[in-house]
C-alpha cells in the first residue's frame, strides 16, 4: 500500500485515533506557538525555532531556558540576542548556525550546555558572561580542522571577565591570553554602552541596576562606561 492509504488504513483503528487525539491534547497544553517559534505553554521555555527563519531574532522577555537543539541548523539567521531572564541554555542549542555573526547573551546566564555555540564559522566573537556557573564540553568550538583538530579561535576572540568561570574554563581549553581568549576590558566601550552592542537602551540601564546591588559583575570598561566608578576606586556606587 502507498502512504496516504496506510494513513487511512491507521486511523481507522479506534485505538490509535483515541492515542493520536490524546497526543494533540498534551501537546495543545504543553506548548504554544509565537510566530512559528515553539514555546513551553507559560512561555518560559523557548523549545523550538523554525529552520526556515532567516535574520534577527530577540529571545523573548520572561524566557528562562533555551532548549537542546532549539536552534540547532538554523542556517539562515544571522543575530540573536535576548533579555536577561534567560539562565540556561541547553545542548545544541546555537549549533551549526553558519550565518550567525553575533550572538548576545544574557547577563545572567547560569548554564551553557555541551555544544551549544559549536560550529558557527561566521560567528566573530563570543561573550561569555561572568554569571555562568557550568559549561559543557565544547561549547565554544569553532570548528574542526583539516585533522580534526579542535579550534576554539573565533575571528576576534572569546571575551570573559577575568576571574570568573568562563574565563578559567575558556583558559583550561589552552587558549592563550590575548590572542583568542581576551579580557573584557581590552574592550571599547562607549558611554553608556556596558555590553557593548553598539546601542545604549534599557538592557544596559538593567546591567548597571544590577551592578549597582552587586548581583553583576562588570570589568573596568563597563563600570566607566556606565559612569559608575567615577572615583576608579573599584567600588561601583549610585
Known sequence: ANYNSYVEIVTRDSTLRKLIAGADKISQEAYKSVDGVL??????????????????????????????????????????????????????????CWNLKSIQLSINLKTLGKEALAYNPALKEIHLPGSLTSIGADAVLAYLDSNDHKVYYFINGIYCVPGTYSYEYV????????????????????RGDVNADGITDLVDVNILLRASIGTVKLGANQSKAGNIDNSADGKITT
Open 39 to 96: 514555546f513551553s505553554k507559560d512561555g518560559t521555555k523557548l523549545v523550538a525555532f523554525p529552520g526556515g527563519k532567516s535574520g534577527t531574532y530577540t529571545v523573548p522577555n520572561g524566557v528562562t531556558a533555551i532548549g537542546n537543539y532549539a536552534f540547532d541548523h538554523c542556517y539562515k539567521l544571522t543575530s540573536v540576542s535576548m533579555y536577561n531572564s534567560v539562565t540556561e541554555i541547553g545542548a545544541n542549542a546555537f549549533s551549526y
Open 171 to 190: 583558559k583550561a581549553l589552552g587558549i592563550p591570553e590575548g590572542k583568542a581568549l581576551k579580557s573584557e576590558e581590552a574592550i571599547e566601550y562607549k
